[in-house]
């Protein structure tokens, strides 16, 4: 089993540390995974994106052109991505920063406002473990146990305190996340 | 034995990790993109504090090799890492290096150009690094790594390979492997030499003169111009030596193939998922990596393309490993070139029409 994920965004969105959890969890499952970032401009501000690949065989390129799964948090990225969603595969969207939603009938879609559930926790900070919850309910790659793992794993340790909060986001994202037909 | 322990990191995090655990005696680099982590990283382990590594940002590329020049003629295990550009700008003390024959470690995470160029990935420094790169008849060894665990094992090797033969060896990465993350196991640790190793391992280095010999000269100036010839000569017997006994490569699914797609780096990662989709479509296709750029498995891609019908060069440039490919097959077979240029890095699918329209039309 492999899965190939494309995670994009606005720079300071959270999608590189979002791909990098992701990634430790499959590390904490014994899966091989790779994590490629967009490493330009965009941190500062552009539109980021980072592919993730979680798999239980040999990885061979980490640069793809069709995804499983494409989680895209604003509109050029959803302009970007959705096409290279691969037949059957998933797509995830953050209702708050997609105004135009998507049109394509052979994937699956799902709409998941992260902004507005993060808006309501006081805390942005938490908006992309809302979305990491909301992937692992429809694909779940990982386990929440490897993922609570990862982050103790991969957080400094006077970060910890916060590992909590972030796993009721992942619950939040976990029931808010909602398919489209 | 305790079990290795996985971690996940950047390419350029395993180099320092990789350094500081192989008993490198110092660093000296200058900042670039996309290298950068590498001394980051090892300004945060703070291998001064531990292993007694020097670690020093210098004022410039230019500086920072020279001062490599320096430590390893002291016999020291020292090493630089840039990109691109600034690997252009360390060209003189490299072939100064080459000349007075002194084993130092260079990585270039290499960025497109010419110039500037860009701060995205390229493998458009194949020329610069496997033709020497500066003034003279020399060569380096170039070792390709195509992920996260070579870039951490290929730190000891190059400083093995460079100390084996008196020459400056360098890791040949690029933007992709640099700044993706994946598992690695790190090399076990071994301790930096002393200084009676060092005096017993390199009766070259200068170390200040024993009582028991001669003065040690490093240099590579010479004004007669026979004893330069001979000096010359000598190099290149020793050049002629690494290419019989330093030649890596890796051939995958070569063998019912019917034809090779021959890549290098991070491009032999996208191309190993182009001979999966390819293979997908029916097509017999066989990946050939070569691991050492210089010295270049010549004999061994004449053997893997015997009964094939054509060769697909693919590499993140407009066309330079193509020429050592075609020496090496001499006419015998098609040989095509792929790649995307300027800081775009080919996708799996466009290799795999870039050989369907090339071959099979």
């Known amino acids: ?181 | 034995m305790a079990e290795k322990q996985v971690t996940l990191m950047k390419g350029n995090e395993a180099i320092a990790h990789a350094a500081i655990r192989c008993g490198a005696d110092a660093f000296f680099g200058y900042p670039i993109t996309p290298q950068s982590e590498i001394i980051e990283t090892l300004a945060l382990l703070k291998p001064w504090e531990t292993t007694g590594m020097v670690v020093l940002q210098a004022e410039s590329e230019v500086a920072a090799i020279n001062m490599v020049y320096g430590g390893a003629g002291a016999g020291k295990r020292v090493f630089t890492t840039s990109s691109s550009p600034g690997v252009a700008l360390m060209q003189e003390g490299i072939s100064y290096m080459a000349g007075a024959e002194i084993p130092g470690v260079f990585v270039d995470v290499q960025r497109g150009g010419p110039g500037l160029g860009t701060i995205q990935p390229s493998q458009s420094d194949y020329f610069q690094a496997t033709r020497g790169g500066g003034n003279g008849d020399y060569y380096v060894i170039v070792l390709a790594p195509n992920s996260v665990q070579e870039m951490a094992d290929f730190v000891d090797l190059a400083f093995t390979l460079a100390f084996k033969y008196r020459n400056p060896a360098m890791i040949l990465s690029d933007g992709v492997i640099g700044q993706m993350m994946e598992k690695v196991v790190l090399p076990p640790i071994k301790p930096r030499r002393t200084e009676e190793q060092i005096k017993k391992e390199c009766p070259w280095a200068t170390i200040g003169r024993p009582a028991d010999r001669e003065p040690n000269i490093l240099t590579s100036l010479e004004l007669k111009p026979e004893v330069m010839e001979q000096r010359n000569l000598h190099m290149q017997e020793k050049y002629e030596l690494i290419r019989e006994n330093e030649v890596r490569y890796e051939a995958t699914k070569c063998d019912d193939a019917d034809y090779i797609i021959v890549s290098f780096g991070s491009a032999a990662r996208i191309g190993e998922k182009a001979v999966e989709l390819a293979r997908e479509q029916g097509i017999k296709v066989g990946l050939f990596r070569p691991i050492t750029l210089w010295p270049f498995p010549s004999k061994q891609i004449v053997e893997a393309a015997k009964g094939k019908k054509g060769i697909l060069v693919s590499e993140i440039n407009a066309g330079q490993m193509i020429e050592d490919v075609k020496l090496a097959v001499n006419g015998q077979l098609p040989v095509e070139h792929f790649g995307r240029l300027g800081g775009i890095v080919p996708e799996p699918e466009e290799i795999v029409e870039a050989l369907k329209e090339k071959f099979i039309k």
């Open chain 1, 1 to 181: 089993m492999k899965t190939e994920i494309i995670i994009s965004g606005f720079g300071g969105q959270g999608v590189l540390s979002m791909g990098k959890i992701l990634a430790y969890s499959g590390l904490m499952e014994d899966k091989e995974v790779t994590w490629m970032p967009a490493y330009g401009p965009e941190q500062r501000g552009g539109t980021a994106n980072v592919t993730v690949i979680v798999s239980d065989e040999r990885i061979s390129s980490p640069i793809l052109s069709k995804y499983d799964v494409a989680i895209v948090l604003n509109q050029p990225s959803l302009d970007k991505f959705e096409p290279k969603v691969k037949p059957g595969g998933i797509l995830i969207y953050d209702g708050y920063g997609v105004m135009n939603p998507p049109t394509r009938k052979d994937i699956k879609v799902y709409r998941i406002d992260a902004m507005d559930k993060a808006a309501e926790m006081k805390n942005s900070k938490v908006f992309n473990m809302i979305v990491l919850g909301g992937l692992l309910k429809v694909c779940p790659v990982v386990s929440t146990d490897g993922l609570n793992k990862a982050l103790y794993k991969s957080l400094p340790e006077r970060h910890h305190n916060m590992i909590p909060l972030n796993m009721k986001a992942v619950d939040e994202g976990m029931k808010i996340i909602q398919e489209q037909k």
